[in-house]
């Protein structure tokens, strides 16, 4: 499902081996939450998906774990910006601006957080609907 919604707006978008169920269950542990439901299935179809330019519109499982865990502890990041706790990361333009779902309150609804000025705005209604913007639009300011 999730390879044909990617295709279907970008014809060249690259996909990486799916995910393995084990460690999807290893990232939700270290994260200490589960992992949305429409990611989780994306990942088990494909870990990760790499778009216009080689930008890894969703991140590798690993990556998503790594980006996490380093945005919530690093005690320079937390000097310089709000807490990233709400948010999950999942995804990057290239250039330094980060995409994440909301995890508190819990909704569907893709974030971007820009880092130059820390701002974080919605930019897509779910996951989809974040896939077809970011592949159609092919630029890595595609949300501005």
Do not use: C
């Not at 999942?90 to 820009?114: C, H, K, L, M, S």
């Amino acid at each position: 499902m999730w390879r044909e919604a990617a295709l279907e707006v970008f014809p060249e978008v690259d996909f990486r081996s799916p995910a393995q169920a084990a460690a999807l269950a290893d990232a939700e542990h270290r994260l200490g939450r589960g992992l949305p439901a429409e990611l989780r299935q994306l990942l088990l179809e494909s870990n990760g998906i790499i778009g216009h330019t080689a930008v890894d519109t969703v991140w590798p499982v690993g990556q998503i774990v790594e980006q996490n865990l380093l945005f919530r502890s690093d005690s320079s990041f937390a000097r310089l910006y709000m807490p990233f706790d709400a948010l999950l990361f999942f995804g990057d333009n290239g250039g330094g601006d980060q995409f994440a779902f909301v995890q508190t309150p819990q909704r569907p609804d893709i974030f971007v957080w820009e880092h130059e000025t820390d701002s974080r705005r919605w930019v897509a209604r779910d996951l989809r609907d974040y896939l077809g913007r970011s592949l159609a639009e092919g630029g890595d300011d595609w949300y501005q």
